[in-house]
């Protein structure tokens, strides 16, 4: 079992930054695969980044070059740092883990990021 906490989130001006963090507990976060998510209202769930137990890392399109994704295995801690951020990317944000044999996914409770002047 993987409990994962979510912080960061708040309200920003365009063209802001923030930085989301997801602390897990409970099992071996160095053989978890991690990525962060977000939904918007009315809209799916959609991928933002991911980042694999060796540390390769997988962005969507939309936020290629203004997020950046990073964990820290001894503070079982893996972050997103946001920036240039527009509206479009007001949502909640999502943190996941998917154990490296994908038998066991686990969500956290998310945090809301919101963009607006």
């Known amino acids: 079992q993987v409990r994962l906490v979510e912080s960061g989130g708040g309200l920003v001006q365009p063209g802001g930054s923030l930085r989301l963090s997801c602390a897990a507990s409970?099992?071996?976060?160095?053989?978890?695969?991690m990525g962060w998510y977000r939904q918007a209202p009315g809209k799916q769930r959609e991928l933002v980044a991911t980042i694999t137990i060796g540390g390769s890392t997988n962005y969507a399109g939309s936020v290629k070059g203004r997020f950046t994704i990073s964990r820290d295995n001894p503070k079982n801690t893996v972050y997103l740092q946001m920036n240039s951020l527009t509206p479009e990317d007001t949502a909640v944000y999502y943190c996941?883990?998917?154990?490296?044999?994908?038998?066991?996914?686990?969500w956290g409770q998310g945090t809301q990021v919101t963009v607006s002047s």
């Open positions: 996941k883990a998917e154990r490296v044999d994908r038998r066991y996914v686990y």
């Open positions: 409970g099992s071996t976060f160095s053989m978890y695969n």
